[in-house]
């Protein structure tokens, strides 16, 4: 991909993934080890904590003046020293291996408070005015604790609109050719897997292997969904979790779209990555709640990425996901992604299956 804009905000979104999926597998092994408490969800919220630390620890480097959409605040960690020496534990030595990258990263976190801060960047509440960074720094936490897929997410929105997304998926095969697949399992090497997914809007998206050493921002694979003609053939996705979207009308779409093959279940944003290179071609998530409202960090960097690939992603209701409202998705409900060629048809299915609820 050649940039003439967004280079700088690529190159540092990309090492910053990077440097907190070094942490979060770290976390994940230790886990296995027994060195970090599996019983509980302790390992889930040092992950979260850890990197999203990490990651605007570089965003502030690097863009003082961005505002910041996190998913975690830091109260928790006020009020529990032991967590937070754990954590600090953790990130006061993860790093990239590479010092040059490091060094654009902004080095080492000074101390412990100093995490702590950094935490509380994530706090703006978003909008359809300037820059604003939207960090999700464990996307599929039941799947990141399982062995399961997840995604490490971050994306640039200015004045609203998605610029440059970027999606470490530690647990997906860095093959793009590879099958839609649930993940590593609870105690298989991370050998073959690890997946940096980017993209710059205007510019298409690309995979790469996710590393830890610096990259040449330009030097990606190209990636793009498959072109999908006969719907019966398609691949569908859906979460793990019923209770993040209903199982069932997605079933009843697939039904009627006549697709034969089973749906993937997977957890996290690895969803959009998996359909951007073609691995699937349908991401469905239809609302189960009437109230819950979707997150911008939960879609703000997939949404690129699927669509720059080839892709459409809308609402329920055929409407754009429409990030400038704030630190929620309040103007969409549900979210159906496939090839820009086929989603009209998969919307029309959609809306066919939900007439009775729209
Ligand atoms: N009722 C809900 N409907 C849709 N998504 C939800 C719901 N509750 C939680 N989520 C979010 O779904 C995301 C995971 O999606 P997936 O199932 O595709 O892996 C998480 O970020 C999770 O947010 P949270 O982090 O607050 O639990
Ligand atoms: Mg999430
Ligand atoms: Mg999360
Ligand atoms: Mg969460």
Not at 34 to 49: A, E, L, Q, W, Y
Request: glycine share 10%; charged share 25%; proline share 3%.
């Amino acid at each position: 991909m050649r940039l003439d804009k967004y280079e700088k905000e690529l190159q540092i979104a990309q090492l910053a993934v990077q440097r907190a999926s070094i942490l979060t597998k770290r976390v994940f092994h230790e886990k296995a080890k027994g060195t970090v408490d599996k019983n509980d969800k302790s390992p889930v919220t040092i992950g979260d904590f850890g990197a999203q630390a990490l990651i605007i620890a570089a965003l502030q480097h690097n863009f003082p003046d961005d505002a910041i959409v996190a998913e975690e605040e830091s109260a928790k960690l006020k009020e529990d020293a032991n967590l937070r020496a754990t954590i600090w534990d953790l990130v006061k030595d993860t790093k990239l291996d590479d010092a040059a990258a490091e060094e654009l990263l902004g080095g080492p976190i000074k101390d412990v408070d100093a995490m702590v801060e950094l935490i509380d960047k994530g706090n703006s509440p978003g909008g359809s005015q300037g820059r604003i960074w939207a960090i999700d720094p464990i996307d599929g936490t039941k799947g990141f604790l399982r062995g399961g897929q997840y995604a490490v997410c971050l994306a640039l929105m200015v004045d609203g609109d998605v610029k440059v997304g970027a999606l470490g998926c530690p647990n997906l095969p860095i093959d793009n050719d590879a099958r839609l697949t649930a993940g590593i399992g609870e105690n298989q090497t991370d050998e073959g897997h690890g997946v940096l997914f980017s993209a710059v809007q205007g510019h298409g998206a690309t995979s790469r292997p996710l590393a830890t050493v610096n990259l040449d921002v330009e030097a990606g694979t190209p990636i793009s969904m498959r072109a999908i003609d006969d719907l019966t053939k398609a691949n569908f996705c859906e979460s793990v979790e019923a209770g993040h979207s209903s199982h069932g009308d997605q079933a009843a779409i697939s039904q009627k779209l006549g697709i034969t093959a089973q749906s993937v279940r997977m957890d996290s944003q690895a969803k959009y990555g998996s359909i951007a290179r073609g691995a699937g071609d349908i991401y469905l998530r239809l609302p189960v709640s009437a109230t819950y409202q979707e997150k911008i960090w939960d879609h703000a960097a997939g949404d690129l990425i699927v669509r720059e690939s080839g892709g459409q992603v809308t609402d329920i209701h055929g409407k754009r996901l429409d990030f400038s409202i704030g630190r929620t998705l309040a103007g969409n409900k549900g979210v159906v992604a496939a090839p820009l060629a086929v989603h009209g048809k998969v919307l029309e299915v959609v809306q066919e299956v939900l007439s009775a609820k729209l």
